[in-house]
């Protein structure tokens, strides 16, 4: 393990489509400098179109100072993620899909500042799809995680705030971080847990806040009070960049500070 020092982590929520990305490009690397990142984690899953990720697009965010991506339930929207899952390391899908699925779940990176940071990608079960148990996966990916590093980062991306709440409690002590992802409300609960895990509800969303969780205002109405299918398209105006900052121990993989960030872009 390294030397115990302090590291700098920061966690981005989901990018919704191309107001997200462009915003990224044009702000990341100066946010990065401001914050003192040594590493950059975000959540991929709704960055093509806002909905899904193609190759082309997790190489466009990967080109950034962006080291790694998780993803959620849309990982699957286009065909040809499944086969460049199996072959980008640095994009993950929640590991509690079932065994064989493409691509991997969890992984090992290599911060700027040369320790290894292990990144954990879960689903929830609440009002998402039949998976695995989240609980029970994260047990046995982080014994293997936690031989290489103490530093690991988990991205829970689930719909119920009861069922992340109690991941975080579950894990604590355990991991660096459990960030909540998938509702693109930031929360305002960031802290500490007794333990020494970084815990959030919800990051938020790299995307358009004059929105219904980055879709058309105008289209998420007409679903509720029409009842009826109505096409969403992603909209383009107050565009904000959130997420948190993570002050890591390098050396025991404490927590030592998290705070929630939102950059007006």
Known sequence: MPSSGKMTILVLGDVVGKPGRKALAQNLE??????????????????????????????ELLALPIDMLTSGNHIWKHKEIKKYLDT????????????????????????????????????????????PCPFR????????????????????????TSEKRALGHYLDGRVTAVVGTHTHIPTADAEVLPGGTGYI??????????????????HAIARFTDKLPTAF??????????????????????????TQRAWAV
């Open 30 to 59: 100066a946010l990065v400098e401001e914050v003192n990142a040594d590493f950059v984690i975000a959540n991929g899953e709704n960055a093509s179109g806002g909905l899904g990720i193609t190759p082309q697009v997790a190489e």
């Open 201 to 218: 509800t919800d990051l938020g969303m790299c995307g358009p806040t004059d929105s219904v969780i980055g879709v058309r205002k105008e």
């Open 88 to 131: 980008q390391e640095k994009l993950l899908r929640p590991a509690n899909y079932p065994e064989g699925s493409p691509g991997r779940g969890a992984g090992l990176y290599q911060a700027g500042n040369g320790v290894t940071v292990g990144v954990l990608n879960l689903e929830g079960l609440l009002f998402m799809n039949a998976l």
């Open 137 to 160: 996966t994260a047990d046995s990916k982080l014994e293997a995680l936690r031989q290489k590093t103490n530093l690991v980062i988990v991205d829970f991306h689930a719909e119920a």
């Open 233 to 258: 398209q992603v909209a383009k105006d107050r565009v904000k960049i959130q997420g948190v900052v993570i002050v890591a121990d390098t050396k025991s993989g404490k927590c030592l500070e998290i």
